[in-house]
């Protein structure tokens, strides 16, 4: 059976839900709130109730912004089923869509998928393969965590979606969910590491390298904190030298770049230009390598944080690099949006 998103959204509306300004307003997140936040989200409406849930975690860091928000995503779907996901936004790194979709489609199953993806292009034109990754988070946990038969599963799941990208959107989410285990919730646990720190790059075919590699460095700088418990440069460092070995070098410093602004957060919680410029300088090899990671994480700055601290990211580059990685700082070119690699 085939789903139209106008379908979904006359189905998710038989939740039916009044404003109620008495409704008393939850002032707790995460385990445990489940059930207030959803009869909160059905008495005030999920407008009404996002724009608590942005006050309330409007002081803590991006990371916990983005962990709290997939809590909300979920507590929105079994609120008001697929009719929230217009309520959410692309702020928060998109964690409400993540959590969102991941939960339809592991409820809904996957004749869901294709209307899904429509309505993210409709409520995020500009942004559009963002909010498709919390699809591929969803495809995932949909066929289950069993083996790689499930995860090749979802990648061709992925590969019928109209505009699949070959990093982001949809197989971008299929693997975060394999190495993170995103949709478990509070009981999330990363894949465990084996001999071949490069699977399931060096297993996948050939279409899905890319994103695969650009995705790895994510679950390397979790998965050796057993051997680095004390040291993110140590963690970051090591995950240079394994893209070094990597199929797809470029991307995976791209990667590498993709969790700076987390990664270099200071002892106030807050991403630290420094300390990220500090960081790309460990992980690299050589100034392609530095210059990739770098470009990513202006990139992520400009979105996440300031358009003064993404220059500032760039500011201290040879004058062809600088201008390059200004691009990415003004988000003018991105992963889905590629500009000539300067001579260096």
Same mark, same amino acid.
């Given at each position: 059976?085939?789903?139209?998103?106008?379908?979904?959204?006359?189905?998710?509306?038989?939740?039916?839900?009044?404003?109620?300004?008495?409704?008393?307003?939850?002032?707790?997140?995460?385990?445990?709130?489940?059930?207030?936040?959803?009869?909160?989200?059905?008495?005030?409406?999920?407008?009404?109730?996002?724009?608590?849930?942005?006050?309330?975690?409007?002081?803590?860091?991006?990371?916990?912004?983005?962990?709290?928000?997939?809590?909300?995503?979920?507590?929105?779907?079994?609120?008001?089923?697929?009719?929230?996901?217009?309520?959410?936004?692309?702020?928060?790194?998109?964690?409400?869509?993540?959590?969102?979709?991941?939960?339809?489609?592991?409820?809904?199953?996957?004749?869901?998928?294709e209307a899904?993806? %429509? @309505?993210?292009?409709?409520?995020?034109?500009?942004?559009?393969?963002? +909010?498709?990754? $919390? /699809? =591929?988070?969803?495809?995932? !946990?949909?066929?289950?965590?069993?083996?790689?038969?499930?995860?090749?599963?979802?990648?061709?799941?992925?590969?019928?979606?109209?505009?699949?990208?070959?990093?982001?959107?949809?197989?971008?989410?299929?693997?975060?969910?394999?190495?993170?285990?995103?949709?478990?919730?509070?009981?999330?646990?990363?894949?465990?590491?084996?001999?071949?720190?490069?699977?399931?790059?060096?297993?996948?075919?050939?279409?899905?390298?890319?994103?695969?590699?650009?995705?790895?460095?994510?679950w390397w700088?979790?998965?050796?904190?057993?051997?680095?418990?004390?040291?993110?440069?140590?963690?970051?460092?090591? %995950? @240079?030298?394994?893209?070094?070995?990597?199929?797809?070098?470029?991307? +995976?410093?791209? $990667? /590498? =770049?993709?969790?700076?602004? !987390?990664?270099?957060?200071?002892?106030?919680?807050?991403?630290?230009?420094?300390?990220?410029?500090?960081?790309?300088?460990?992980?690299?090899?050589?100034?392609?390598?530095?210059?990739?990671?770098?470009?990513?994480?202006?990139?992520?700055?400009?979105?996440?944080?300031?358009?003064?601290?993404?220059?500032?990211?760039?500011?201290?580059?040879?004058?062809a690099s600088?201008?390059?990685?200004?691009?990415?700082?003004?988000?003018?070119?991105?992963?889905?949006?590629?500009?000539?690699?300067?001579?260096?």
């Open positions: 059976m085939k789903l139209t998103l106008a379908a979904l959204i006359v189905g998710g509306a038989v939740l039916a839900y009044a404003v109620a300004p008495a409704a008393t307003p939850p002032e707790e997140l995460g385990a445990g709130q489940e059930d207030a936040w959803t009869s909160y989200i059905r008495d005030a409406g999920p407008a009404a109730a996002y724009a608590h849930f942005s006050e309330l975690i409007s002081s803590n860091t991006p990371p916990e912004q983005h962990t709290y928000a997939h809590f909300f995503g979920g507590v929105l779907f079994r609120a008001v089923g697929t009719s929230g996901l217009a309520t959410c936004d692309s702020r928060y790194s998109f964690g409400c869509f993540h959590e969102f979709l991941g939960e339809a489609i592991r409820d809904l199953g996957l004749d869901v998928v899904l993806n %429509a @309505g993210c292009r409709e409520a995020l034109p500009q942004t559009f393969l963002s +909010c498709q990754h $919390g /699809i =591929g988070h969803g495809i995932y !946990a949909h066929f289950g965590y069993d083996d790689e038969s499930s995860l090749f599963s979802a990648l061709d799941a992925c590969r019928r979606l109209p505009d699949a990208d070959i990093i982001g959107g949809c197989y971008g989410g299929v693997f975060m969910e394999y190495n993170q285990r995103t949709m478990w919730g509070t009981s999330a646990q990363l894949r465990p590491a084996r001999d071949d720190m490069h699977y399931p790059c060096s297993a996948v075919d050939e279409a899905f390298v890319t994103a695969c590699t650009y995705w790895q460095p994510q700088i979790e998965v050796l904190r057993e051997r680095f418990p004390d040291s993110r440069e140590a963690r970051i460092r090591e %995950a @240079g030298a394994l893209c070094t070995e990597s199929l797809d070098r470029e991307h +995976c410093f791209q $990667g /590498i =770049g993709n969790f700076m602004l !987390a990664e270099s957060r200071d002892e106030r919680g807050r991403p630290s230009v420094s300390i990220a410029r500090g960081f790309c300088a460990a992980a690299a090899r050589s100034r392609t390598d530095e210059l990739h990671c770098l470009a990513i994480t202006a990139n992520h700055f400009g979105i996440d944080s300031s358009q003064e601290e993404a220059f500032a990211v760039c500011a201290e580059l040879p004058p600088k201008a390059y990685c200004e691009q990415y700082a003004t988000n003018s070119a991105n992963i889905a949006n590629r500009i000539p690699f300067p001579d260096l």
